[in-house]
């Protein structure tokens, strides 16, 4: 597609639940991103993928979240046993090629609210 | 280490007033590049412009104008005669290029929310 498909735009778990997310890069992108944006304004890069391949996972929290982007399938990120803190707005992001300065275009993201 | 600040946490101005938002950066590479995206109440990030460490020119697009000056790490947004649609949070994004950073990771400042008034 056009644009960065994300799914659902609304989320609501009780703690303890699992929160599972997707994501749909433009057509012909190989790298997708995820970020997670905490309070409206802080963004803290999550994960990156060239194509199926976790490329950068500096981001990635070690426990309860994973993420996977396997051919012909949506990417997703997933969070098990979610806490209060993971409530956040999580947008995915891709572009065409890696490396600085490659226009990286965001999806409208997915808010995620554990209660 | 790298970092993005932008000082103006939230900026007030009246409908054609021109503004100014502040982007400092912190990199040790010398190759990078500099971003801004808007992000209006609906929530979507809005690309604006990306700028490489090696073009220093300012750059004019309508409203909109960037500053990059390397010799004091800032890279700050200008709109002309803001309008009421300009209202959102504006983040500065640092991509770094050289070497094991060069992953197309975006370093975001805080953001700075602007309120444009009729």
């Known amino acids: 597609g056009e644009e960065v498909a994300q799914t659902p735009k609304h989320l609501v778990r009780g703690e303890g639940q699992k929160a599972k997310l997707y994501c749909a890069p433009i057509?012909?992108?190989?790298?997708v991103f995820w970020y997670q944006q905490v309070l409206k304004n802080e963004f803290k890069f999550l994960i990156s993928?060239?194509?199926?391949?976790?490329?950068?996972e500096t981001g990635m929290p070690k426990e309860r979240f994973s993420a996977k982007c396997l051919p012909n399938s949506p990417c997703s990120l997933e969070i098990q046993a979610t806490k209060l803190e993971d409530s956040a707005v999580y947008f995915c992001?891709?572009?065409?090629?890696?490396?600085?300065?490659?226009?990286?275009?965001f999806g409208e993201g997915s808010w995620l609210t554990v209660v | 280490a790298q970092k993005v600040t932008q000082a103006q946490t939230e900026i007030s101005v009246v409908e054609k007033e021109d503004v100014t938002l502040d982007c400092v950066y912190e990199?040790?590479?010398?190759?990078?590049?500099l971003f801004w995206y808007k992000q209006p109440p609906s929530g979507e990030l809005v690309f604006l412009i990306r700028?490489?460490?090696?073009?220093?020119q300012n750059e004019i697009s309508g409203r909109y104008s960037w500053n990059f000056q390397k010799s004091t790490s800032s890279f700050n947004f200008t709109i002309t005669a803001s309008q009421v649609v300009d209202s959102a949070v504006y983040f500065c994004?640092?991509?770094?290029?050289?070497?094991?950073?060069?992953?197309?990771?975006?370093?975001f400042g805080q953001g700075t929310t602007l309120q444009v008034k009729p």
């Open positions: 700028r490489n460490s090696f073009d220093e």
């Open positions: 990199t040790r590479d010398t190759t990078y590049y």
């Open positions: 992001a891709s572009s065409h090629i890696t490396g600085a300065g490659n226009t990286i275009y």
């Open positions: 994004a640092l991509s770094e290029a050289e070497g094991s950073s060069n992953t197309g990771k975006l370093i």
């Open positions: 057509k012909g992108h190989s790298y």
């Open positions: 993928f060239q194509n199926e391949n976790v490329f950068d």
